[in-house]
């Protein structure tokens, strides 16, 4: 019976006081959900690609070579154990109508399990006239393509290798749309040494479209990776394996095909050479016959004189002798024209002796074909996906876990709160026999359903509904089919419910446990109140006397209660620390991009030579890049790729660029330093690198840094001075430090250059202009660089609003929650200053001056604690190649402490209203 009674008055307790209820349990399903839903986002977004990965059988690795792969290529790697291999052919080629650049591509989809397409609308092409394009060139895609459409592709620019993959049709129906796993990242599709450079979509064809005896790729299926999810360490290494397989079963190939081309050249240039022979010796003989014939004219024109000469005046008239004058005449004209068929020879065998020296030329240069095998990191997006998932959970290492942490608190003090406010109920149960264990259910119960209600909804929403709104934000970006995966983590489910159960019936236990080991007669009287005594500020008699009776009252209340009013005081801070926290990481990344390829880097596109060009070469093209009407200025320079070779860190990849520190380039390089600001020139004796690397390897001015060329070849270069710099890693020296450290300097190999008109048509002029040089590789459109970087920081931005309006619900729960119990604890108090003749907002104000104080103390430190977690949180989810700067705008302090103090005058308008309607006269009664 007593069990019985015990438990109706349990849950006549959460009825009774469920504003309560509902507030301690609202604290814990935020704190709950936000906890465990920031947390699940990071392995939801890797899974939610791994399944698509795996759904779509996406390629593990792929090999190419820069002279294409052959049937004996295959045959080195078609044998591997577990390994499955698929060669096929892409060509890239630009559409007539709209001047869009396609890469074409097989259907995979009837080659074997790699690479599937998926079907967006349409279907795939089934006939050698059809095509299904990517799904970003349909017409809601910001292109113009529709099913039905006729696509017809303009000529090549210059003729082929006949052995090089080619498409057997210019003209195509357009019969589907489809995306492809190789091809996540929606803003991007890569570059190409044809046309504009950069692609704008894919196109699928059947296989037998493509022709020629050389394959583009080969792709890989390793055998077995099923069960390792994409980005695991696992699945890296099962990879790295079969990498080093391949690679070993390709060793040697690229030199037996350099001897293999060798041998062929030198077939070649000895027919040449051959063929040359007959010719040579033709015109020979054909100049001893002139030599011969106009020595027979010389002497048939001396004898002639000399007759017309003994004859006298008049005899160079007669019939006889103007007839041999006509003779010698037209044997001077078959002379004349003898001299000119062999200067026409004369000039076909210099051609063919022309062609001859540069094919041995090619032949002397020529260097054996690069293999190169790639992992999923080549493919478009895949490693940025990974990029942002690490930061989102680098984010959720940190800022759930404070927000939990506050959240925790909360509770913490309302069931303190709870168990003192039901002191005399205590003693009564205790006065009439029951035992501490049943008196405590009570408490436990309470506390107890809160936390696990509350956990449980938190987990239920917040595992859907923030990994919903992440992964969707990162779906703009990112195409992986649509389709989110929700994982259940039970490790941070259970550490959401302990944290819960520790905050709030850990609480509930011990205060009633002290409690308990009191007499009976002394629980059943309420608690003394706190005594008043003088405070510091009162030796401080200039200002004491300023203060008005009620200012005083409230100072001294706030040390009166001090367990209480630091409760407020950290759960304020806590919450405003992480209000700007969610506005300081936005202010931090929107325009960095901007900033880097505006501000730091002037330069609207880069000009990439091919490599091994002359210096006359070289000349010709920075000419005509320079006097291109639309080009305002152009920054010639040699560019390297180089390898870090500190172990501590993992390698970077860093541009070495080497400039004429008599150049322009100040117009295209800020190179301020990262210190000061002020702009940097070009050292004499040392070099200038980016902030990021020197912050990676631990360097500053007067340290060297150590880099590796592709060659294997180490250089230490002396840094001089560090420059600011926030995505991707360079090096920057004059030309003449290049050849102090390093070598004989190559040829520059890329202009950077700035145009008069930037408008997207005109700079496509420049770039399809730029392209026809022969010469020119490609040229990279800075603008399509920047604007992808800013498509993915904005996308953080969104990742950023759920944590400013979570913080925000937060820091208003926080201050109903510490308020009400503030109002409930001293309702007495209360009362009797409103039965003394205060006015209600009188009565209100009596409590508001020292939430204000506190609200005005916690948001101070909060922003200071902001400050301080918006710093470390940025170089937490910076990554290798790119830095986060911690620049906090000034508007970000306010809108935090706006938004605190706008939350606590909300909740001082609740209080008011359930103060009017406290009945002060039985709060007033006593209980003996």
Known sequence: MKRTALWKDSLREIKNSFSRFIALLGIIFLGAGFFVGIRAAAPNMRQTANLYFQDQHLQDLSLQADWGLTDEDIDRVDDLEGIQVYPYRSVDREEKKQETLLRFLPNFNQMGEVNQYKLRSGRLPENKDEVALDARLAEEGGFNYQIGDEIELADPDQEGDDQAPGLASNRFKVVGFVTSPMYIDQSARGNSPIGKGTIDGFAVVQPEVFTGDLYSQLAFKVDGLEDYPAYSDAYEEKVDQAKADIEAALDGRPEERYQEQQKDLDKDIQAAEEDLKPGQEAIQKAKDQVE??????????DQLKQVTAGLGEGAANLPQFAQAREQLDQGKEALKQAEEDIQAKEKDLAEG???????KTYKDEMEAPNYQVNDRSQLSGYSEYEDNADRIAAIARVFPVIFFLVAALVSFTTMTRMVDEQRIQLGTLKALGYRSSEIAIKFLLYAGLASVIGTLLGVAVGNYLLPNIIVNAYGMLYDLGQEVYYGFYWKDFLLALSISLLTTVGPAWLVTRNSLTEPAAVLMRPKPPKEGQRILLERWTWFWQKLSFNNKISLRNLFRYKGRNAMTLIGVAGSTALLLTGFGISDSISGLADRQFIDLEHAQAIVQYQPKLSAEEVADLNESVHQHDQVADAL????????????RVNQQTVSLHALDPDSNYQDFYALADVATGDRMPLPEDGVLINHKLAKLLDIK?????????????VVDLPVKGVFESYIMHDV?????????????????????????????EKKGQVIDDLMAEEGIVTVVNIDQFRNMFNETLETLNLVTLVLIIAAAILAFIVLYSLTNINVSERIRELSTIKVLGAYPLEVTL??????????????????????????????????DIMIFPAQIQGLSYLYASLLTLIFSLIVMAIMHHKLKQVDMVEALKGVE
């Open 636 to 647: 010639p320079l040699y560019t390297a790729s180089y390898q870090t070779t500190d172990d």
């Open 353 to 359: 002796q022309e062609k001859l020296n540069q094919a």
């Open 732 to 760: 920057f020296m004059s030309q003449s430090v290049y050849e102090d450290l390093i070598g004989s300097l190559p040829s520059q190999n890329q202009v950077e250059i700035k145009l008069k008109d930037n408008a997207p």
């Open 846 to 879: 009596y409590i508001y001056r020292e939430t204000l104080l506190l609200t005005v103390g916690g948001i101070l430190a909060g922003l200071a604690m902001g400050q301080i977690l918006t710093t470390y949180i940025l170089q937490t989810v910076e990554v």
């Open 701 to 713: 001015a007067g340290d060297s840094i150590s880099l590796e060329d592709p060659d294997g070849q």
């Open 292 to 301: 011969a014939q106009k020595e027979s004219l010389q002497s048939q024109e």
